[in-house]
């Protein structure tokens, strides 16, 4: 089975911009979540969808959203770029059962310049 | 809210040799689990050993176990034998038990990056 991709790898942007991001999970997942990854905040929960539907959200605000379509692909949009926002991002997705193991994709470099 | 921290930011260990990285969390559930998730250098998170905190039993993996005290809120992992492939960070991490499948969140601690020494 291949596993969770995201692309891009690595992006460049400037503050105020726009970018979205996508997750494409294993073949049969529908859970999707996603993290912000920083050197100072560390790992901290975006949000998380299944079947389509938001089910869990974490501190962030507005400018970041996501959206999951009905293949389990999920996008994340943030608007506004801050300098703040340059992270990685990681997607993972799971069966979305009360407990499955979730697997990681490689991760988005966000670079805001 | 639950918490996780992982006090030790960096660690080193001799090949062949055992290394334990500590983990405390906070929560006031008493159904949950908890992970020790390795990112090597090219940052795929993997999955090395997950404990369910009703289970008494440590959860062992091959060369990776860890050591489960659920009154103390202690959670560390146990590497025996170290290789070079060990080499990364491992985050420790929490994940609430929500009957109904309500939520895959994970709460992760801020890492521990070991290094292995030839």
């Known amino acids: 089975k291949a596993g969770v991709t995201q692309t891009p790898r690595y992006l460049i942007k400037t503050r105020g911009q726009q970018v979205t991001l996508s997750c494409s999970p294993i073949?049969?997942?529908?859970?999707v979540s996603w993290y912000q990854q920083t050197p100072g905040q560390g790992l901290q929960f975006l949000f998380e969808?299944?079947?389509?539907?938001?089910?869990n959200k974490g501190n962030f605000p507005g400018r970041f959203s996501g959206r999951q379509f009905s293949n389990s692909r999920s996008e994340m949009n943030v608007s506004t770029l801050e300098l703040g926002d340059s992270a990685l991002y990681l997607c993972a997705s799971s069966l979305g059962g009360v407990y499955n193991e979730q697997f990681f994709g490689p991760g988005t470099r966000l670079t805001v310049l | 809210a639950q918490t996780v921290t992982q006090s030790q930011p960096e660690m080193s260990v001799q090949e062949a040799e055992t290394v334990t990285l500590s983990c405390t969390y906070d929560t006031s559930e008493s159904d949950y689990y908890l992970f020790w998730y390795k990112q090597p250098p090219s940052r795929q998170m993997i999955l090395v050993i997950r404990q369910e905190a009703y289970k008494q039993q440590n959860a062992t993996e091959n060369r990776f176990s860890v050591n489960f005290q659920k009154a103390a809120k202690s959670f560390s992992l146990k590497i025996s034998d170290s290789q070079l492939g060990d080499a990364a960070m491992y985050f420790c991490a929490y994940h609430h038990k929500l009957y109904g499948g309500a939520t895959n969140k994970l709460i992760f601690g801020t890492g521990t990056l070991l290094a292995v020494q030839p």
């Open positions: 073949s049969g997942h529908r859970s």
């Open positions: 969808y299944f079947s389509e539907t938001q089910r």
